[in-house]
Nanobody
Framework: QVQLVESGGGLVQPGGSLRLSCAAS????????MGWYRQAPGKEREWVAT???????NYRNSVKGRFTISRDNAKIAVYLQMNSLKFEDTAVYYC????????WGQGTQVTVSS
């Protein structure tokens, strides 16, 4: 059973930056594409970014050029560097495999507010 633990969220002003981390368990982690997802209040969870096992990345249009996903297979971790944060980035952020599995972590809250 894969376990996912997200961290690094917080309160930040518009234009600020945060780096999210996701610690995963499982010996086959390096074989999976991983993704970051988010869920804003009152909205459905949405996909944010993906990184394949080979390091190919993809982003939803609204975060392109601002967010960077990366992974460290040796540490069994996935990261999301978020720059130029906007009010609309406020959400709980989750990591999961891509496509997502039914196992979700507790997420980490990101609040962009002045």
């Amino acid at each position: 059973q894969v376990q996912l633990v997200e961290s690094g969220g917080g309160l930040v002003q518009p234009g600020g930056s945060l780096r999210l981390s996701c610690a995963a368990s499982g010996s086959s982690f390096s074989r999976y594409a991983m993704g970051w997802y988010r869920q804003a209040p009152g909205k459905e969870r949405e996909w944010v970014a993906t990184i394949t096992s080979g390091g190919i990345t993809n982003y939803r249009n609204s975060v392109k050029g601002r967010f960077t996903i990366s992974r460290d297979n040796a540490k069994i971790a996935v990261y999301l560097q978020m720059n130029s944060l906007k009010f609309e980035d406020t959400a709980v952020y989750y990591c999961n495999a891509f496509p997502s599995s039914s196992t979700w972590g507790q997420g980490t809250q990101v609040t962009v507010s002045s």
